[in-house]
């Protein structure tokens, strides 16, 4: 290994920082004939990384919003405001939800709201924006992971293999091509750029090591299993930085020895960690709690870690199987097949790779790498704080992939080493690979195009997720297909009786279809389980089903619930008001409207229905003014205009009530009320005198 010809630690770094780059070198020689001539250049490599991923990419430009975008996007009431940036730093991630108390859940991710804000204002609802800059930062943990892995190897080849590997890995999807999953591309690329630069920093100690606690804590920040970096940079610098001299004899104490020194080179890393770990209490008021839907217990979830590593371990062998859903089954006794089966498997790969690499020249790199790919899956082994319906997810794997697709590359690096004709094969097998997982990459970004496929894609990989069946019935809901919403619905309760959403969704359905008694009886069931979580506004639609399905006092207490709370106390009564209309107590309706229209005057149904109520009266000239109002805040409403048409004929004012219609109709042309009483209006005025025309 001496006399090998490898490119040397640099010779003008002093004293213990360049020994520190030389045993770096000693322990993971590098292969001189694994550098082809096309990658001699510093920019090929990087270029090729980033231009393969790139170009696999482009397909997810024209997904839409999907599954958490809406809520987090498209429905944030603040997402708008400036303020929910900053003050994302002090709460949950879904802080900004309207019902329930502090904290919402169970995250503590605050630079994945201040993403979100600052591309709400960038793009708007605009999806194409939000892709493109989540593909460009998956792009960014790409260039990281080939400066890391070059550094590493001080191989092109491996760094841009496996740099490109983890750019196309199918299993990346969900992370790199879903907007709401920023918080893991912004960890990747943080995370790998701080170890890398904490890795290098004897080329440049102050400047080097500051860049990597920069980014260290912008990790944190981005995903709580950020808090494993420190024991990967441990890791590192016990395994590979710190090689040991020849005549060193592994003992107890000298083991503990460069532990102790390895924990002294990356303490400022655990001290932040620790500290976010307290302001992580202080905003939460924990570390970690199970998730509200997910009742397993400790003994369950210990007997079926085994279990979800041979997922996570199958879907890194086997990329292409990644998806949107994956079912898992908790195992319940250690004599389940759930639990041994894995167990013995992991005994006879652990056996594999040991046989394969304890002797091999960079079996101290394998070793890191493989400390990676299993610190960076422990932090989802608590499965006890993960919803049930999505114990297993792709994007959970996207940080240990990075480590598992440097291995393939090395190995790879050294069968292109030999020459001759093994190095061709080697060529042409690496280059198989990027281009299948690229395939497969490609493929599975259309999972995410739109929510029907989404969830569609879901049932078909995990039938029994009544998460997937819940949504796919809004879907079919949204799309007026009241059937096969309503089978996905009884589907979901079918599957767990004590689904309060499904519950509550099917009872809306009923209620659309006029099956108001079902509708009642659903919507107070789903109220019993889902009063801890219930938004202000489920108060108004229970008003509303009660008083259709004849329970008027039931109605006017679901009203004064409602009129409790700030959010929903003008709403309140403009239900009262609609159900005052309903009755026909028009009076009392219009007493509602008058003082409601002065309180909130920006809230267009009001004054609508305002309108409608004095044009009942015969008051068409207040109608009038109350529908013009309406018109200012809702212009292309054409039923609005047609109303306004209506009663300005009402009040002889032909022309304007023609030119009511003339817009509706420019607004929906197959509006055949407004054609009728526009042809009904134009009839007197065009057969009038000229000097009778009004």
């Known amino acids: 290994m ?83 940036i900053w003050r994302s730093f002090w709460h949950d991630v879904w802080w900004f939800r309207p019902a329930g108390a502090f904290p919402k859940s169970s995250y503590y991710r605050p630079l994945q709201d201040v993403w979100l804000g600052t591309q709400y204002h960038l793009f708007g609802l605009n999806p194409v924006g939000w892709h493109v800059s989540i593909v460009l930062v998956h792009l960014a ?90 024991a990967i940079m441990l890791a590192y610098v016990f395994i590979i930085e710190d090689v040991p001299g020849p005549d060193y004899q592994p003992l107890f104490r000298g083991l503990s020895g460069r532990a102790i020194r390895a924990l002294g080179k990356t303490a400022p890393y655990f001290v932040l960690a620790a500290v976010y770990l307290c302001v992580r209490v202080a905003v939460l008021g924990f570390i970690s709690r199970n998730s509200r839907n997910n009742h397993a217990t400790f003994g369950q979830v210990a007997i079926s870690i085994p279990s979800a590593l041979a997922h996570y371990a199958t879907l890194l062998i086997m990329p292409w199987t990644a998806g949107p859903a994956h079912a898992f089954t908790f195992a319940n006794t250690p004599d389940s097949p759930i639990f041994y089966l894995p167990l013995i498997g992991f005994a006879a790969l652990a056996g594999a790779v040991y046989l394969l690499v304890h002797r091999h020249p960079h079996r101290r790199l394998y070793c890191f790498l493989i400390v990676w790919i299993l610190l960076e899956i422990a932090p989802v082994m608590n499965l006890g704080g993960l919803m049930k319906v999505m114990l297993v997810q792709d994007r959970y794997l996207y940080m240990a992939s990075a480590g598992f697709t440097l291995i393939l590359a090395d190995i790879a690096a050294g069968f292109v080493a030999r020459g001759g004709e ?52 809004m879907v079919l809901e949204n799309q007026h297909d009241l059937t096969g919403a309503e089978d996905e619905f009884r589907t ?28 009642w009886d659903e919507m107070t069931r789903a109220f019993k389980l889902l009063k801890s979580v219930l938004p202000p506004t489920f108060y108004l639609e229970l008003a509303d089903v009660a008083d259709r399905a004849g329970h008027r006092d039931a109605a006017e207490a679901a009203l004064a619930q409602a009129a409790a709370d ?53 008051d068409n000239q207040d109608a009038v003014a109350a529908y ?67």
Not at 569 to 596: C, K, M
């Open 2 to 84: 001496a006399k090998s010809k490898k490119r040397e630690a640099p010779t003008n770094v002093p004293g213990a920082a360049g020994r520190r780059l030389k045993t770096a070198a000693a322990a993971h020689p590098a292969r001189r004939a694994a550098q082809a001539s096309i990658f001699d250049s510093p920019i090929i490599g990087p270029a090729i990384a980033l231009g393969v991923t790139l170009v696999v990419y482009l397909r997810c430009f024209g997904n839409a919003f999907v599954y958490d975008d809406h809520e987090m996007i498209i429905l944030n009431p603040l997402i708008g405001d400036w303020s929910f």
């Open 141 to 230: 943990a790409v260039f990281f992971l080939y400066q890391l892995a070059l550094f590493l190897t001080r191989s092109r080849w491996t760094a841009t293999v496996g740099a490109t590997l983890f750019g196309v890995m199918p299993t990346g999807v969900q992370a790199a091509a879903w907007p709401c999953a920023i918080p893991f591309p912004l960890l990747a690329a943080f995370g790998i750029g701080s170890v890398w630069m904490f890795a290098s920093r004897a080329q440049a100690p102050q400047r080097r090591l500051l860049i990597s606690i920069v980014l260290f804590v912008a990790a944190l920040l981005s995903h709580e299993e950020a808090v494993m970096l420190p």
């Open 422 to 473: 093994t190095r061709q094969l080697a060529i042409a097998i690496s280059i198989t690979i990027i281009a299948l997982y690229g395939v497969c990459a490609w493929e599975v970004q259309g999972y995410y195009h739109d929510e029907y496929r989404l969830f569609t894609k879901c049932i078909q990989e995990d039938p029994a997720s009544t998460l997937c069946h819940g949504r796919l019935g």
């Open 492 to 519: 979901v309760m079918r599957l767990d009786s004590g689904d309060g959403a499904a519950l509550y969704n099917l009872s809306r359905l009923h209620a659309i279809e006029g099956r108001y008694g079902e509708s």
């Open 566 to 618: 700030p959010r929903t106390a003008a709403a309140s009564e403009y239900i009262r008001a609609v159900i005052a209309v309903r009755h026909g107590e028009l009076a009392d309706a219009e007493n509602l409207l008058r003082t409601l229209s002065l309180r909130t005057p920006n809230y267009p149904q009001v004054w609508t229905l305002y309108g409608d109520v004095l044009a009942r009266r015969n």
């Open 628 to 694: 013009r109002h309406a018109i200012m805040l809702r212009p292309r409403d054409a039923e609005l205009r047609l109303s306004l048409a209506l009663n300005l004929r009402a009040l002889g004012q032909d022309r304007d009530a023609i030119q009511q219609c003339r817009t509706a109709l420019m607004i929906q042309p197959d509006n055949q009320q407004a054609r009728a009483l526009m042809a009904e209006l134009q009839k007197p005025v065009e057969s009038a005198p000229t000097g009778l025309m009004r």
